[in-house]
């Protein structure tokens, strides 16, 4: 229980306030415990932060997985639809989880840098796999164009990723409106 507490506060401090700027002393106040009681669990705060970033990893592979396995008898198309907004829902279902990524992503420190590029990529060759299989049912069914799958798939992000930027930006229903137009763009030019 006190070890989940400590990922939990460690998660709103590194999301929120970024990693220089958590302090383990405010996490062990938050948890109600004294600071020297979190090496217990977590040798420095280093490990404590992998320890959340692998959690924010894990959390969203099952949740994809468990995605695909809701949609496993759609056709491609209705598929790739629900992943892109899935993956939307995701970070509005766990906001928390989007700010650490993104300040993961951007602000980390120098010599956090390569260990957080690392983590990224483990968790990409993951996702990766599961929009391959969905990008290549869909050639071999003759809704999507016959093209490579890399190609595919890093265009895909590009999407996501423009996603992410854009639901920062508008309001709710603004952004539902981008959200339908941008789908309808990228598949029209992926579809057959």
Not at 90 to 113: C, I
Request: proline fraction near 2%; include cysteine; charged fraction near 25%.
């Amino acid at each position: 229980m006190t070890k989940e507490k400590i990922k939990k506060a460690a998660l709103k401090n590194f999301a929120i306030n970024g990693y220089e700027a958590t302090s383990l002393a405010k996490i062990a106040q938050e948890v109600g415990i004294k600071k020297q009681s979190i090496s217990t669990y977590f040798s420095q705060k280093e490990e404590l932060y992998f320890a959340v970033f692998q959690e924010m990893a894990n959390d969203y592979i099952t949740y994809l997985e468990k995605v695909v396995k809701q949609i496993s008898t759609k056709p491609a198309d209705i598929k790739i639809k629900t992943l892109v907004y899935k993956i939307y829902e995701f970070a509005v279902t766990y906001p928390l989880y989007n700010m650490f990524f993104n300040r993961a992503l951007h602000f980390s420190p120098t010599f956090l840098q390569e260990k957080i590029k690392n983590e990224i990529q483990k968790m990409e060759t993951l996702s990766s796999k599961i929009y391959k299989e969905t990008f290549n049912e869909g050639i071999k069914t003759g809704l999507i164009k016959k093209q490579e799958l890399e190609s595919l798939v890093a265009a895909f992000y590009c999407l996501i990723d423009g996603i992410s930027i854009q639901m920062l930006i508008y309001d709710k229903e603004e952004f539902h409106k981008r959200l339908e137009s941008i789908w309808n763009i990228f598949w029209k030019g992926i579809k057959k």
